[in-house]
């Protein structure tokens, strides 16, 4: 199984909309609705945001939504703050875990 | 409160053995599987493998298999990591994770543990 692909860096001025993209293959992200997204700020551990594509856990802030169209999936975070600012990961199950590369998020 | 508390920082010499623990609090040990996730320096997250307390059902990532050990102790809520034989290779920061089926989300991760193999 190979990594998840997913762009290394993206950008984007405080107040603005982002989105990461997670591309696999139709044996992991094409057959589950189980993409995850893990947010990691600089020597922290990683902070689940989004589940089962879509879902967010209690607390995340709603400016953080998930979607999927065939083997790819997105996280979209909303009115970007200085905060936001970290690695993110999407996961795929596939009989096992798979992890993407991470995108580093910049906020200018 | 849910936690996973992860052992201390580590350094080693190559060819030197090592266990790192991940101790469960807030919750039902044996009802959670615990992953463990590697991450090298300046680098991304890679899945390991994960066990299920309840009855050490152990499912290894075809990477890591034969690699690494993964452990746990549901008497004292606690899962471990474990090499025989260290290499430079190893050093990374490692973290366990929880999830209350396999294909779940890992909604609580441990502080990580930094593992650094040097001669």
């Known amino acids: 199984q190979s990594a998840l692909t997913q762009p290394a860096s993206v950008s984007g001025s405080p107040g603005q909309s982002i989105t990461i993209s997670c591309t696999g293959t139709?044996?992991?992200?094409?057959?589950?609705?189980?993409v995850s997204w893990y947010q990691q700020h600089p020597g922290k551990a990683p902070k689940l945001m989004i589940y089962?594509?879509?879902k967010r856990p209690s607390g995340v802030s709603n400016r953080f939504s998930g979607s999927k169209s065939g083997n790819t999936a997105s996280l979209t975070i909303s009115g970007l703050q200085a905060e936001d600012e970290a690695d993110y990961y999407c996961c795929s199950y596939a009989g096992s875990s798979l992890f993407g590369g991470g995108t580093k998020l910049t906020v200018l | 409160e849910v936690q996973l508390v992860q052992s201390g920082a580590e350094v080693k010499k190559p060819g030197e053995s090592l266990k790192i623990s991940c101790k469960g609090s807030?919750?039902?040990?044996?009802?959670?599987?615990i992953g463990w996730v590697r991450q090298m320096p300046g680098k991304g997250l890679e899945w390991m493998g994960i066990?299920?307390?309840?009855?050490?059902?152990?499912r290894y990532s075809p990477s890591f298999q034969g690699q690494v050990t993964i452990s746990a102790d549901k008497s004292i809520s606690t899962a471990y990591l474990q090499w025989s034989s260290l290499k430079a290779s190893d050093t990374a920061m490692y973290y366990c994770?929880?999830?209350?089926?396999?294909?779940?989300?890992?909604?609580?991760w441990g502080q990580g543990t930094l593992v650094t193999v040097s001669s």
């Open positions: 089962e594509v879509s």
């Open positions: 139709s044996s992991d992200v094409g057959s589950y609705n189980l």
């Open positions: 807030g919750y039902s040990f044996t009802s959670y599987w």
């Open positions: 994770a929880r999830r209350i089926q396999l294909w779940s989300p890992l909604d609580y």
């Open positions: 066990i299920y307390p309840g009855d050490s059902d152990t």
